[in-house]
């Protein structure tokens, strides 16, 4: 199948630092990527869609500029953490469609962020 | 507000019998559902999905049923190996439109399979 690889895979930062996420599709194009976040023992939550060539597309409650989506080509999208807090700290996962449904919605191995 | 509930936190099942997942959700606009195995560490893997259109869908040991009007669908896994202990996530999706490709998770149901 497609694979989605994200790096890094984990990353500790100071609180106040940004950190940059990247998510590439590897063997297929992808106009639609996702952004999702997961606290411990809880489900994914959709932060944001990720267009190629546009804005990003937010979810209610997610802050746009405390969370930068960056979409500049086919295969690579990226997520920056701003002046990130220990309440930041979480499991993020990217999703990228390859062709024309859902089902062909993959998901990247995730990047652990620890914010101190 | 959680539209998408797996209430069950965790399931144990023997190898070699059924395992039964289960999901509810409160939003009427949905009209695919899928299901997701997970693995710590790594990103969900698809496994089987459903459109609205039906009330079941088979591939090889792994079954969906969808009760539309009482707004649940099932996960069936038989016979059940212990390869399929992981955590398992029901997703929602509003088909088309600006909503396409968005899912709703369930909080995951992690099943433990025994030899």
């Known amino acids: 199948g497609a694979v989605v690889s994200q790096h890094p895979s984990w990353v500790i930062c100071k609180s106040g630092t940004s950190v940059k996420i990247e998510c590439r599709s590897l063997?297929?194009?992808?106009?639609?990527m996702f952004w999702y976040r997961q606290f411990p023992k809880q489900s994914l939550m959709l932060m944001a869609t990720s267009n190629e060539g546009s804005k990003a597309t937010y979810e209610q409650g997610v802050e746009k500029d405390k969370f930068l989506i960056n979409h500049a080509s086919l295969t690579l999208s990226t997520l920056t953490v701003t002046s990130a807090h220990p309440e930041d700290s979480s499991f993020y996962i990217c999703?990228?469609?390859?062709?024309?449904?859902?089902?062909?919605?993959?998901f990247g191995p995730g990047t652990r962020l620890t914010v101190l | 507000d959680q539209q998408v509930k797996q209430n069950s936190p965790s399931l144990s099942v023997q190898e070699g019998r059924i395992s039964i997942l289960n999901c509810d959700y409160t939003n009427s606009m949905f009209d695919y559902f899928l299901w997701y195995k997970k693995y710590p560490a790594e990103g969900p893997t698809f496994l089987i999905s459903?459109?609205?259109?039906?009330d079941k869908n088979e591939d090889g040991r792994f079954t969906v049923f969808l009760n539309k009007s009482a707004k649940h669908l099932s996960l069936h896994i038989v016979p059940s190996q212990p390869g399929d202990s992981a955590v398992y996530f029901c997703?929602?999706?509003?088909?088309?439109?600006?909503?396409?490709?968005?899912?709703?998770f369930g909080q995951g149901t992690i099943l433990t399979v025994h030899p």
């Open positions: 997703a929602a999706s509003i088909a088309g439109g600006t909503s396409y490709g968005k899912l709703t």
């Open positions: 063997d297929f194009q992808a106009t639609t």
């Open positions: 459903i459109s609205s259109i039906k």
């Open positions: 999703s990228a469609i390859a062709g024309g449904n859902t089902d062909t919605q993959y």
